[in-house]
């Protein structure tokens, strides 16, 4: 027990150090509500659902086997361009796939910067089995716009059918954190990670914890396990206590929801830690945040995690540097490699 103990307080040392701020601990959040003018009513949580349910980034639709992207596709009045695209596509639908590539080139002479187009030209390479090539005219795009989703998943699809399972896995985990909610890129990061005998971890950060007011001056406090009480009881500190979040403003320029999730999952963490081996099991979601605490990526776990939930487009805040670390966190955090003689007796 004493070992835990001094555990915990090398990560709220640790917490502390990385965040710049004075967050609080179990017990001091607990001294606030035993102090508090509002009464606080502890209850246990029967279910909680996923809210993790947005909406995607939609890209730019097309019709007929279309390319989604989030690049604008530059279509010009001309008329030879207009010739040029109808013929390009009609050859596309048509799987004619060197026909394709000959108009949307004649179209590319004038418009070398048209991601979709040169997505076009990549498409109709791999389609035809040309995946190099494909992988040159996807790089370009890269090149051009590094935040286009779409062409780091053609780009990571085209390195699994060269068996390129390094290139391909980082690039569909950039795909996968510039449209964060897509199931459909989420299917394909799993399935070229399973191609690799290794797995992409299948659990969400969800604290299992409700807070509500029935009434003027009464909070119920919801929560199931021990380290999510602890969560929920500063989530309703900062809820019904409007001096703490004041407080909390003047000590840190990082915004409020970013420090109240540190403090949260801080309270959670400390208690996770004191549990036994086989109950912390329940818990993956915190043994990550533990790990990604000492490794340094506490700033991407929580960005990941739960910031870009609801806020999916903040990760185009990030430049090309800033990604790739995220991609470090998750192949060091998220992935796992299957063993191979489990798999064998099944």
């Known amino acids: 027990m004493q070992m835990k103990y001094l555990l915990s307080?090398?990560?709220?040392?640790?917490?502390?150090?990385?965040?710049?701020?004075?967050?609080h601990d179990p017990s001091e959040i607990l001294r606030m509500m035993d102090d508090s003018k509002v009464k606080y009513k502890m209850v246990e949580l029967d279910s909680v659902e996923s809210t993790n349910?947005?909406?995607?980034?939609?890209?730019?639709?097309?019709?007929?086997?279309?390319?989604?992207?989030?690049?604008?596709?530059?279509?010009e009045s001309n008329t030879s361009f207009q010739k040029n695209y109808v013929k390009a596509e009609k050859y596309y639908r048509a799987k004619r796939w060197s026909k394709a590539i000959k108009y949307y080139k004649k179209n590319f002479r004038n418009h070398p910067e048209n991601v979709?187009?040169?997505?076009r030209i990549g498409a109709s390479y791999a389609q035809s089995e040309d995946y190099m090539t494909a992988i040159y005219w996807y790089k370009q795009a890269i090149a051009i716009n590094f935040h286009d989703f779409k062409a780091h998943q053609?780009?990571?699809?085209?390195?699994?059918?060269?068996?390129?399972?390094?290139?391909?896995?980082?690039?569909?985990?950039?795909?996968?954190?510039?449209?964060?909610?897509d199931e459909r890129i989420l299917t394909k990061v799993k399935h070229i990670f399973n191609q690799n005998n290794s797995a992409f971890a299948e659990w969400e950060l969800l604290p299992k914890s409700k807070v509500t007011s029935p009434a003027l001056g009464q909070v119920t406090v919801a929560a199931k396990g021990s380290p999510w009480k602890a969560y929920a009881n500063v989530i309703a500190i900062w809820d019904f206590e409007p001096q703490h979040r004041i407080r909390m403003a003047k000590i840190s320029n990082q915004n409020g929801a970013?420090?109240?999730?540190?403090?949260?999952?801080?309270?959670?963490?400390?208690?996770?830690?004191?549990?036994?081996?086989?109950?912390?099991?329940?818990?993956p979601e915190l043994e990550c945040l533990k790990k990604a605490l000492h490794g340094q990526f506490l700033n991407e776990y929580l960005v990941y995690e739960k910031l870009s939930l609801t806020q999916p487009t903040m990760l185009y805040g990030y430049n090309q540097a800033g990604l790739q670390r995220f991609v470090d966190y998750l192949m060091k955090y998220r992935v796992s490699q299957k063993n191979n003689k489990s798999n064998g007796s099944k």
Not at 9 to 23: A, D, E, K, P, T
Not at 55 to 75: A, D, M
């Open 9 to 23: 307080i090398l990560l709220l040392y640790c917490f502390l150090f990385v965040s710049g701020q004075r967050l």
């Open 53 to 75: 349910k947005y909406s995607l980034i939609r890209g730019w639709p097309e019709e007929n086997n279309g390319i989604f992207t989030i690049s604008p596709y530059v279509q």
């Open 116 to 119: 979709p187009l040169l997505l």
């Open 154 to 181: 053609l780009l990571a699809e085209a390195h699994l059918a060269n068996k390129d399972f390094s290139n391909a896995k980082r690039h569909i985990l950039l795909a996968h954190l510039l449209n964060r909610l």
């Open 258 to 283: 970013l420090i109240q999730l540190k403090e949260a999952l801080l309270n959670a963490l400390i208690i996770y830690d004191e549990l036994k081996p086989e109950e912390q099991g329940a818990y």
